[in-house]
């Protein structure tokens, strides 16, 4: 079985601040992993994914994400948030032996302050 | 290049009634998904489809149904509406189940 877990329904911070969204998973399998955003009224596009190659992954403007085994973690960071930056960042997991078919998180709202 | 479309944009309707939501992709892409959003929830998978002839029932596929004829259309029909079926609604679709998906913009549903 796969889940995902991300940590805070809301995150808030200001223009250029540091940007952290947690992400956590189960699998039993090797992981595929994905970061998608959303922006208000559109529907998701991807920001990044890890696919067992490098454990840090860089995205779209500006985000990366550290694929770490022990921690069975998958965050999502931004050196310095801009204004453009909110919106509702959702974390997936591809893992079952099965279909594959990846497991949503419930989302995390990113909010940034001028 | 369109990618992903869904139609309508949104739609009341009354509990009862019939109701087919659309999707279509030109990407040629084997799988398609759809999902419904939640406030709260996040995204849960109702149905999906790995090829063309074939589907699969997601985490909640009561109350839905879906047909893939082909590789590029897969619709999405709620035989009779209630209430707890409002929702937003995104179709998606990508070349296989690992890779990366893409999501049309949504049909926002309310029904009555």
């Known amino acids: 079985a796969q889940s995902v877990t991300q940590l805070g329904s809301h995150v808030s911070v200001s223009e250029g601040a540091l940007v952290l969204l947690r992400c956590n998973y189960s699998?039993?399998?090797?992981?595929?992993l994905f970061w998608y955003v959303q922006y208000p009224n559109q529907g998701l596009q991807l920001l990044l994914k890890y696919t067992s190659a490098a454990t840090l992954v860089k995205g779209i403007n500006g985000f990366e994400a550290e694929f770490k085994k022990s921690e069975t973690s998958f965050h999502l960071t931004k050196p310095s948030a801009h204004m453009s930056d909110a919106a509702e960042y959702f974390c997936a997991v591809s893992a079952s032996g099965g279909s594959y078919i990846p497991t949503f998180g419930r989302g995390t709202s990113l909010i940034v302050h001028p | 290049i369109a990618g992903i479309t869904q139609a309508p944009t949104s739609q009341i309707l009354a509990a009862g009634r019939r109701m087919t939501l659309r999707c279509t992709q030109d990407?040629?892409?084997?799988?398609m998904y759809w999902y419904r959003q939640d406030l709260g929830l996040g995204l849960r998978l109702i149905h999906y489809?790995?090829?063309?002839?074939?589907?699969g029932k997601g985490e909640v596929p009561d109350g839905y149904s879906v047909s893939r004829a082909n590789t590029d259309d897969f619709p999405l029909t709620l035989a009779s509406a209630v209430p707890s079926q409002t929702s937003v609604y995104f179709c998606?679709?990508?070349?296989?189940?690992?890779?990366?998906?893409?999501f049309g913009p949504g049909t926002r549903l309310l029904v009555l």
């Open positions: 990407m040629r892409h084997n799988a």
């Open positions: 699998s039993s399998v090797p992981p595929y």
């Open positions: 998606a679709s990508s070349q296989g189940p690992r890779e990366t998906q893409y």
């Open positions: 489809s790995n090829t063309a002839g074939t589907t």
